[in-house]
């Protein structure tokens, strides 16, 4: 395995040519929508740009990835970060509707396989993970989070090709998936990377992934390289199952959402993400392996 190294590389800040009014980008207030999954890392972010900028004020509120992407479409929210995109038929409104909606990437996260500390498995490739959710192989059984999750809707797109996972326990958030884990030594849970704040009582799996369908002789004594979903093996795309974080925005002007996506999406942002093992998708980086 890597030992890899992130360097941010050089990048600038700055709020240009705001006269003095009642709503700027740093003065005035917001409402951003957020997605739980990722709610960990915006909520660090918003207190950081609240400590740098005392005359704006950035509240948070947690909606499913459903619920934020309606609400945007709708004109009810300015601002929405999640891990999930616009289905076709949301780009298809958004289109007939002439909507002008911004869409900036905030970073990268990872759907991450996680069991106890006791547990031994240590390895899994996507495909176990596939045929273990569909029923096919019984000797893993997962902890998922439920359908109005991105966890969720990324597993049924990304991994199950569309179809509903058979072979499960569906607990009501990522959150909870993570508790039943640290309590449980024979399950293995799904979760977004994001919010294990404290890795002490859980480890992650390493994943890996066939390059193409093989059937099971032929994968047996295969060379598979496995990955954990660290920040630099996001970046080179080596971890199978990266998802990106998503700024979503709804309005025109300088205001305090203009204000709080560019912090996002500027060096001390994208530092702030860094901080947290995410890895950033808004300024340049430098790996050194």
Known sequence: MYRLIIILTFG???FLGCQESNVTPTKG?????VDPAIFPI???ER????????????ELKEVTPLEGMINLLNNKTRMFVSARYFNQKQLDFIRNQKLDIQINKFCYDA?????????KTDQLRV???KSSLLGYNKSYTFVIPQNTSATFQYLKEEVLDDQEPKNAIIVQNDFEVLKKIEKSDDLLG????????????INFVQIGQLKKQMDQDSIKGLQISYFTPHPGFLIKNYYPL??????????????PASGFTTFLTSYEGQKIALGQNLAPAAVPVKINE
């Open 12 to 14: 600038v800040f700055i």
């Open 29 to 33: 207030s917001v409402t951003v929508e």
């Open 42 to 44: 915006v909520q660090k």
């Open 47 to 58: 207190d950081a740009f609240d400590s740098l900028y005392t005359k704006a004020k950035v």
């Open 111 to 119: 759907v991450a396989i996680i069991c106890s500390k006791h547990n």
């Open 127 to 129: 495909d176990e993970i």
């Open 190 to 201: 799904i979760v977004s990377f994001n919010i294990v704040q404290d890795s002490s009582k």
């Open 242 to 255: 990266k998802q990106t974080v998503y700024i979503y925005l709804n309005e025109l002007g300088m205001t």
